[in-house]
């Protein structure tokens, strides 16, 4: 019997007394590891509620933020085509501006040499007859008596008192 006293006390004696410890420590610990095992899930819950929020938000902040990209790029589209569309407009009415602006100034410019010749003209015959006129009096003077003079001063004075203005 020793033997078998021996592998009781041995083996089996520290087994009972380690489910004895088991069952007291279960007794006496299982409210402390119960709230603190509660306790560790309402946090672990209100992280997991957290972070499930902070998610959604992320997920809403992106979905918010993709779109305004969206509608960002439609609008810098609309406004590329715009701009385009209005460069275009200004550049054909900036031509026809400069079209036009040509036309008056070759216009301008034409009735401006018309009118330069047209006083170059009149400035010449004013000249030429005023060449005529002192020659003709030169003449007058050194080749006619004074008798002869006074007659051909009298019929001009009457040509020139019925003649009338020409231009």
Known sequence: MEHHLDLTSAVIIPYINFAIFLIAAVFLF??????MSATKREA???SSQEAAAALEQAKQTFEDTKTRSDAIEEE???FSVQSEQS????AK???EETEKFTRHLRDETARLAVDAVESARLELR???VMAARQRAAERIQNELDPASKEK???SKINETSKMTVQQ
Do not use: C, D, N, V
């Open 30 to 35: 299982r409210k402390p590891l119960a709230a």
């Open 44 to 46: 672990y819950l209100k």
């Open 76 to 78: 810098l589209r609309a």
């Open 87 to 90: 460069s275009q407009e200004e």
């Open 93 to 95: 009415r900036l031509l």
């Open 126 to 128: 004013r000249e030429i």
């Open 152 to 154: 051909i001063l009298k």
